[in-house]
């Protein structure tokens, strides 16, 4: 390394995406628990700062797809990785499902979280609400976890570097012991990534971790940038499912900060290792055809237009169904128009599944905003929080009408539920988790439980009759 460039002296730290964000961005979440626990022991032998396990979507994916408990996943990895900090990701009043829960919900689903092994809790808010994400934090640091506040990262006429300084503040205030920038588009860009993590450096006291991703081909060069800039830790992914939507590779940056002041100390035999495990995962994903070899290639086009990986596939989807593929390019035009009409709200679950899907609506209807899914509508009216920058009224009134906007932190009209959701999971549910899980997915759990807790021999029939009837 040249003389020339500074680096801050620091042993430059990673959490490994490999088991939670990598295949969720390229292959749908559907990685199984049997084609982790292979590479467990060599995982726990690394030395990363964490590795990402656990929350975003792969607890709807467990019970959806897998069949597969969510918590019993969380127990097994626990027991399999002993030595390194587990992580998940939350969305502060969401949790992991698609609506605000009410306070003592989100309270008994972090501590359950932390009882069964969780280490850190990445909290953010879609719209950098703080108020939508006060009672996960508290939650957090009450039960002894790591508290891990993440800023939502977009670009837009109200988002500025002084805007994210001010957030990072804010949360430090509020309890985090980490603050993470949550670039989930890769948006930022190498020469903001340096300004914006120098700034940041110099206002807040806890450690910075940044999340990014490789769709728009810049993650490895946001890195160098971030690590010059004293950043603490970031988030990689073992080569076999990294890159492109997925998060830049390890393998890669432990090789390009070895010998330098911020040498991570990993040993890239052992990251070998574990990379050739995946290697054969990644190849099964991709015959079953869970992981499509476009999620691979760099799009600078999300520079232009801020789609998330996630998103595209989603839009892509819908306009299958509505047999209108052809409109792909309109759709991706469309997207940027609705996000300024809707108060630039940044795109990461669930308001960039709200702006698609109204945007795919706008389109394929022939017509704009003639209809609102009811989403949209209570996006507009305030109930997921505050929405970042000036809305267009007359789209608003138009979704609304005479409805009054809320204006106050929207779980404040939740009453406490805890309650009605034991009631009604109490058919299926056997464990405080189980009756979490139908609390999240009230469609998808209680099926997944019934069949859970089937006697053994109903199980056998059923296979038997299932074969037959083939």
Not at 15 to 41: G, V
Request: glycine share 6%.
């Amino acid at each position: 390394m040249s003389s020339t460039i500074h680096m801050p002296e620091k042993k430059l730290m990673i959490t490994d995406t490999i088991l939670r964000d990598a295949h969720q961005s390229q292959a749908a979440t559907r990685m199984r628990l049997e084609d982790m626990l292979p590479a467990c022991e060599v995982l726990d032998s690394i030395g990363y700062w964490s590795l990402e396990c656990w929350g975003g979507a792969t607890f709807d994916a467990c019970m959806r797809f897998l069949n597969e408990d969510p918590w019993e996943r969380l127990r097994t990895l626990r027991k399999a990785m002993p030595n390194t900090k587990l992580q998940m990701l939350l969305r502060g009043q969401n949790l992991l499902g698609y609506r605000h829960y009410a306070d003592d919900v989100v309270e008994a689903f972090v501590g359950k979280s932390v009882e069964n092994g969780i280490d850190v809790v990445r909290v953010f808010d879609a719209l950098n609400d703080v108020r939508n994400m006060e009672v996960a934090l508290k939650s957090v640091k009450k039960y002894g976890a790591l508290c891990e506040a993440a800023i939502s990262y977009t670009t837009s006429p109200v988002h500025s570097d002084d805007y994210f300084v001010e957030l990072a503040v804010q949360l430090e205030q509020m309890g985090a012991d980490t603050i993470c920038i949550k670039d989930m588009a890769n948006l930022l860009l190498p020469a903001n990534t340096y300004t914006l993590i120098s700034k940041m450096k110099e206002k807040v006291s806890v450690p910075i971790h940044l999340h990014t991703h490789n769709t728009t081909g810049t993650g490895d060069m946001v890195y160098m940038m971030a690590a010059l800039a004293g950043v603490d830790i970031v988030d990689c992914a073992l080569s076999p499912l990294s890159n492109g939507t997925a998060q830049p590779a390890t393998e890669a940056l432990v090789a390009a900060f070895a010998g330098t002041p911020r040498d991570t100390g990993l040993d890239q035999r052992v990251l070998g290792q574990a990379a050739k495990h995946f290697k054969t995962v990644a190849q099964k994903l991709q015959d079953e055809g869970h992981l499509n070899p476009k999620v691979l290639r760099v799009d600078p086009n999300t520079l232009l237009y801020q789609v998330p990986g996630g998103m595209l596939s989603n839009l892509l989807s819908q306009l299958k169904q509505a047999n209108a593929e052809d409109k792909f390019e309109e759709v991706l035009q469309e997207v940027p128009r609705v996000r300024k009409d809707f108060g630039y709200p940044p795109l990461v679950t669930p308001t960039s599944q709200i702006v698609g899907s109204q945007a795919v609506l706008n389109v394929v209807g022939g017509q704009r905003y003639r209809m609102f899914p009811k989403e949209s509508k209570m996006l507009l009216r305030g109930e997921y929080g505050r929405l970042p920058g000036e809305v267009n009224e007359e789209i608003r009134q138009k979704a609304v009408g005479g409805e009054s906007i809320i204006t106050c932190r929207p779980a404040d009209l939740l009453a406490p539920e805890m309650d009605k959701i034991r009631a009604e999971a109490s058919e299926y549910a056997r464990t405080d988790e189980d009756i979490l899980s139908c609390a999240m997915f009230p469609q998808v759990a209680p099926d997944f439980l019934k069949r859970k807790y089937a006697p053994p021999q109903e199980e056998q029939v059923h296979e038997i009759t299932v074969a037959w009837n083939r």
